[in-house]
T-cell receptor, first 110, second 114 residues
Framework: SQQGEEDPQALSIQEGENATMNCSYK?????LQWYRQNSGRGLVHLIL?????REKHSGRLRVTLDTSKKSSSLLITASRAADTASYFC??????????FGPGTRLSVLP | DGGITQSPKYLFRKEGQNVTLSCEQN?????MYWYRQDPGQGLRLIYY???????QKGDIAEGYSVSREKKESFPLTVTSAQKNPTAFYLC?????????????FGEGSRLTVL
């Protein structure tokens, strides 16, 4: 299975601090994506990084991918209370289903 | 605005009843998906469809059925054969076929069995 597994399961930080979440997977992939889910809502796509990319930025988000270690990290800088949500990584390989990890629950305290 | 609409948002079912969850998209996406989410867990794929009149089983298809008669619509029926149907159900679509690319999600339907 190419299952993604996020770490930590839960994270609490103060507003203004940076938040780092990690994702590990087991097999080779085409792309790795990060999604955010507010409580009781659908998932929202944050960023996609391809297997031949090492780093990608989008606003306050920074994603890295290390295919040799089969891992990715999501960094949220200068966090805000509105960043409180669950964050999921999803891996895909052409011809195979997306695989989501169990997620990291981030709490940003004011 | 383009997007995915799921209905109803909340649904209660008595044991032994079938229920159908609606999913409509106006994004002109070819691929559509149904996922199940249990508390504190990731998403598990129930069914997916890459083209009209065709669909495939995902990882947990038992007790569920789908149809894809129109590109815009991908309803999910939770049958009485599904022994533990209480969950949050998410519909998604993607532009690219071949099961890759960004997924767009609806707001979900929460099913509770009484």
């Amino acid at each position: 299975s190419q299952q993604g597994e996020e770490d930590p399961q839960a994270l609490s930080i103060q507003e203004g601090e940076n938040a780092t979440m990690n994702c590990s997977y087991k097999t080779s992939i085409n792309n790795l994506q990060w999604y955010r889910q507010n409580s009781g809502r659908g998932l929202v796509h944050l960023i996609l990084i391809r297997s031949n990319e090492r780093e990608k930025h989008s606003g306050r988000l920074r994603v890295t991918l290390d295919t040799s270690k089969k891992s990715s990290s999501l960094l949220i800088t200068a966090s805000r209370a509105a960043d409180t949500a669950s964050y999921f990584c999803a891996t895909d390989k052409l011809g195979q289903n997306f695989v989501f990890g169990p997620g990291t629950r981030l709490s940003v305290l004011p | 605005d383009g997007g995915i609409t799921q209905s109803p948002k909340y649904l209660f079912r008595k044991e032994g009843q079938n229920v159908t969850l609606s999913c409509e998209q106006n994004l002109n996406h070819d691929a559509m998906y149904w996922y199940r989410q249990d508390p504190g867990q990731g998403l598990r794929l129930i069914y997916y469809s890459q083209i009209v009149n065709d669909f495939q089983k995902g990882d947990i298809a038992e007790g569920y059925s789908v149809s894809r008669e129109k590109k815009e619509s991908f309803p999910l029926t939770v049958t009485s054969a599904q022994k533990n149907p209480t969950a949050f159900y998410l519909c998604a679509s993607s532009l690219m076929t071949g099961l890759t690319g960004e997924l767009f999600f609806g707001e979900g339907s929460r099913l509770t069995v009484l």
